[in-house]
């Protein structure tokens, strides 16, 4: 367990546990902030999620299912605006992929 959410606390909370996020980054990547918000970011949007889903959107649906959709939505923006110089790229290597040229 990477993070929690304390939604019945009150107020409530998330809680992270660098420790082990860090540790499955691994020694090379932990070094690049690119790769530290991409995988930080994504443990906080998925709690970021369940707060969502318990306080303003609840949905009928698998509780983790709504929280990573929500994660993807949060971390794809955030990592827009903070990395914009980046998205031609990004979009170049996704293009190449789909055309199974990389």
């Known amino acids: 367990m990477l993070g929690r959410y304390h939604g019945s606390a009150s107020p409530p909370y998330i809680e992270l546990r660098v420790d082990k996020i860090i540790r499955g980054l691994?020694?090379?990547?932990?070094?690049?902030?690119?790769?530290?918000?991409?995988?930080f970011g994504h443990v906080l949007f998925h709690e970021v999620g369940h707060h969502i889903h318990r306080t303003i959107r609840p949905e009928y649906t698998e509780k983790e299912d709504v929280a990573d959709t929500w994660a993807r939505?949060?971390?794809s923006n955030f990592l827009r605006r903070r990395y914009w110089y980046a998205v031609p790229l990004f979009k170049t290597y996704a293009l190449m992929r789909r055309k199974r040229w990389a």
Do not use: S, T
């Open 26 to 39: 691994g020694a090379f990547y932990v070094r690049f902030p690119f790769f530290r918000d991409i995988v």
């Open 73 to 75: 939505k949060l971390n």
